[in-house]
């Protein structure tokens, strides 16, 4: 089954539990650009719980405007901030010292464009986990749906916590550093789930 799926930053398990099972995935770029998504946030688990990332993007008609011409606003240090909260999150992983240099780039370099860097933070994170993805992305908007694909482009939402068929979203326990004090959170960043266990994360989603 091939997928059609949004652009994510540094997307939640559920985003790549989907590519997991896709033949292709099909990024869409064409689409209006739908505020309060996982297309320009993350969440993390901080010391009081989960923490949201944003990525601030420069403003204007935003419903009006395609996701692939979304441009990003340096006119804040974001990056210098969500690497801050990354670090103080995870310093304490078992795999950071592992793979904190690999997306370090994405703190230190700019990216024009927000579809276009995640598309890169995508590429990095199935490479660092070992995740193939054949990769396509959308040159109109696709409207009608082919009977072999699966149309994810809303269902992975921040606030929508389903999978296909309206199930609810229930995936096994890991280990987090801030389990001990607050209980496991489940469907947070990858950068959780590669944090805390490393090259175990492609079994986990293998066995999820």
């Known amino acids: ?6 652009t994510v930053y ?4 559920q ?13 869409e770029g064409m689409e209006h650009f739908p505020k309060q998504t996982y297309r320009n946030r993350c ?3 901080g010391a009081n719980g989960p923490l949201t990332l944003t990525v601030p993007v420069i403003r204007g008609n935003l419903l009006k ?5 979304i441009r990003i606003d340096y006119s804040c240090n974001w990056q210098k901030n969500h690497l801050r909260a990354i670090e103080s999150a995870y310093r304490n992983s078992p795999y950071y010292e592992f793979y904190i240099d690999e997306i370090m780039r994405f703190f230190n370099q700019h990216f024009n ?7 890169e933070i995508l590429l990095k994170t199935c490479e660092m986990i070992g995740l193939p993805i054949n990769l396509s992305i959308t040159e109109v908007f696709q ?12 269902n992975i939402h921040p606030k929508r916590q389903k999978v296909y068929d309206n199930q609810s979203l229930k995936l ?16 947070l960043s990858i950068l959780d789930l590669i944090f805390n266990t490393g090259p175990d994360a492609i079994r986990y989603l293998r066995t999820s």
């Open 10 to 13: 540094f997307g939640p398990v």
């Open 43 to 45: 969440v993390v688990y």
């Open 65 to 69: 405007k395609l996701t692939k011409d």
């Open 113 to 119: 464009f927000l579809f276009d860097y995640n598309i």
């Open 172 to 187: 096994p326990v890991y280990r987090q550093v801030f389990e001990p004090k607050s209980g496991f959170i489940e469907n």
């Open 143 to 154: 409207k009608t749906i082919p009977n072999d694909c699966l149309d994810l482009r809303f």
């Open 1 to 6: 089954m091939n997928i059609l799926i949004s």
């Open 15 to 27: 985003y790549y539990l989907s590519i997991f099972s896709a033949q292709q995935v099909i990024i």
